[in-house]
């Protein structure tokens, strides 16, 4: 009787453990993030963002990204050169800080705040509908924003766009965007327009493995367009999640409604300033 009960419980144990001891313990499991496409690199599209433009990068459900955006206000123009080296290069000048955040709410669908130190805010959500590895011919995205100054009390403007991009030859990254942009005309001003139509040009070229040269411009076809449009173009570093980047531009917007009705400052070599963008993945 004692064998027969030490027999069963043998053949009990080796059935439970048995499936246990199929697995090889050796093998290498794959990280639960790379299950997600949207959390594996895309060499073209490093960041959410060319300049101050978004792309159609999508963010991994659940996670986030930080941005700073940095825009001195020191125009690399202004006297000669002695005043510029003197300034260190417009470094030593005030400037117009942004901090983002953005996080990923559910598959294909992005939303975030971006903060600038005039007291501007834009909270915005972005969808995905087509992503060009998938077999489409372009990457396709829609951005709808909600933005006011003085931290949201003054001047509320709201924006609705289509992102589209295209990518050629694993090295460069296209991107057209046309944006309606409503209420960006300022209570002091008395322009018939109250609305400002604006079509983002930009592109991305990797010039190394993690090196590009990144540029964009912002035109407005329509409605309320005060001063120049606003025109970057940079470099940029990226480093695991993280990337760096070194831009200069006419103006200082950061923000789809700052691209609207601030536009570049003037457009000659008076205007230009240097900058920088910081951006960090969590994922």
Avoid at 173 to 192: C, F, G, K, Q, V
Avoid at 217 to 230: F, K, N, S, V
Wanted: proline share 6%; with cysteine.
């Amino acid at each position: 009787m004692v064998g027969r009960c030490v027999l069963a419980g043998l053949l009990a144990c080796t059935a439970l453990t048995a499936p246990a001891f199929a697995q090889d313990p050796a093998a290498p499991q794959p990280p639960p993030e790379q299950a997600d496409p949207n959390a594996r690199v895309d060499p073209l599209q490093p960041d959410f963002n060319l300049a101050a433009l978004p792309v159609t990068l999508r963010m991994p459900v659940h996670k986030l990204d930080f941005r700073v955006t940095h825009r001195f206000t020191r125009s690399l123009g202004r006297g000669d050169i002695g005043d510029l080296v003197a300034d260190f290069f417009g470094f030593d000048s005030g400037a117009q800080i942004g901090l983002e955040l953005r996080y990923g709410l559910i598959n294909s669908n992005q939303i975030g705040v971006h903060r600038t130190s005039d007291r501007t805010i834009q909270i915005f959500d972005q969808q995905s509908f087509w992503q060009q590895r998938d077999g489409h011919p372009l990457g396709l995205d829609a951005i709808v924003t909600l933005e006011g100054t003085n931290n949201m009390r003054d001047q509320l403007s709201s924006a609705l766009g289509v992102l589209a991009s295209r990518k050629v030859g694993g090295v460069v990254a296209l991107y057209a965007e046309p944006i309606y942009m409503i209420n960006t005309r300022p209570a002091s001003s008395d322009a018939p327009e109250n609305d400002t139509f604006m079509l983002g040009l930009g592109g991305r070229i990797r010039i190394r493995p993690v090196v590009y040269l990144v540029g964009e411009i912002t035109p407005r076809l329509w409605g309320y367009q005060p001063g120049e449009a606003q025109a970057s173009f940079g470099i940029e570093v990226r480093s695991g999640g993280h990337l760096f980047q070194v831009n200069f531009s006419n103006g200082f917007g950061t923000t789809l409604g700052q691209l609207a009705h601030n536009g570049g400052i003037d457009f000659d070599q008076h205007s230009w300033f240097i900058g920088f963008n910081i951006a960090r993945k969590f994922f």
